[in-house]
């Protein structure tokens, strides 16, 4: 495999406001871009640059926690799902070396007597941080609400009812993660601040990819820089998705390496939004992305059965 680095100028760069002036246009660039890469970078995406910018200082505030208190907000046996999961746990899918990262999630709240209840447990907030609660809950809102846009530009894209994912995504399992990668020891041996994976979920929706760092791999095999510019959003496939359209649109591996020297005491924050699928959304290869005469690649599972065998896979089950 080439161990080569090129630019990120191939990944097109959409805008979400032709969501409704130029559908079509948001459509087939965003399209394209995910056959050809799996990633896709957007502006004009709608999300307040004022509540990304409160939201990172929260973040920051929760991370400088002492470990300690940090700890308090550690469900154990929750899969990671919601708040804190300590530096060290999760590990790549077929990696021995765990992340370099420490990171807290917010999930959709259910009220009680939901029929997905069991699968979504409640939100747990940090008292030691001011308005950490009120701000994570508007900044998933806001994901959520460009993470539909989008979808509904893939199922132009695909040919399907522009409607299709409205559904599929109601209630939906989706995870707000804000990740810190603290500074770098002196010798990290053979960790990374994120070892080469593919997303869970149906689609990803990343802030603060600015930060260098973040590479998806090519299908020549070589790893390429994926650098939005400031406030862009960086779009990645997931597995979900890829199984939906039997790897037409595909889910591409990528990993956050190691910053450079001058910026190695340096933390680095990040904030994705990994959309999810209802959790008992069926899975299966949509008709139009199965060459006539094949059978789909993969049998149909639900969406809940493949993130927690996922979960599994990445130690945080």
Not at 81 to 91: D, I, K, L, N, S
Request: proline letters at 7%; one cysteine or more.
């Amino acid at each position: 495999m080439s161990t080569d680095v090129i630019t990120s100028d191939k990944v097109a760069t959409v805008s979400l406001a032709d969501a409704e002036s130029n559908p079509d246009k948001l459509a087939q660039d965003l399209g394209n871009s995910f056959v050809n890469y799996g990633f896709a970078i957007v502006k004009d995406h709608g999300v307040p640059q004022e509540l990304i910018d409160r939201a990172y200082e929260k973040a920051a505030a929760f991370f400088a926690l002492p470990e300690d208190v940090k700890r308090r907000y550690h469900i154990e046996g929750g899969g990671g799902a919601r708040g804190y999961t300590p530096f060290g746990v999760e590990t790549a899918k077929g990696h021995k070396a765990y992340d370099l990262k420490e990171f807290y999630h917010v999930g959709r709240d259910l009220p009680e007597g939901h029929r997905f209840r069991d699968h979504m447990g409640d939100n747990v907030w940090p008292k030691e941080v001011a308005e950490f609660e009120e701000t994570f809950k508007a900044l998933y809102a806001e994901f959520d609400k460009a993470g539909a846009k989008l979808l509904r530009a893939v199922a132009r894209f695909l040919g399907i009812d522009e409607e299709f994912f409205d559904d599929a995504i109601r209630d939906g399992n989706s995870v707000m993660r804000m990740l810190h990668y603290p500074p770098i020891p002196a010798q990290p041996g053979e960790h990374i601040r994120a070892g080469a994976h593919g997303d869970i979920n149906a689609i990803t929706l990343l802030l603060g990819a600015e930060e260098a760092g973040l590479q998806l791999l090519t299908k020549d095999g070589g790893w390429m820089d994926v650098k939005p510019g400031p406030g862009e959003l960086a779009i990645n496939i997931g597995d979900m998705l890829d199984r939906l359209t039997n790897g037409y649109l595909p889910s591409t591996q990528h990993r956050v390496i190691n910053p450079a020297p001058e910026r190695a005491s340096s933390s680095r924050y990040s904030m994705p939004f990994f959309l999810h699928f209802r959790s008992d959304f069926l899975i299966e290869a949509l008709p139009g992305c199965v060459p006539e005469g094949e059978e789909p690649k993969m049998p149909p599972i639900t969406a809940d059965e493949f993130l927690q065998q996922r979960l599994r896979e990445i130690k945080l089950k």
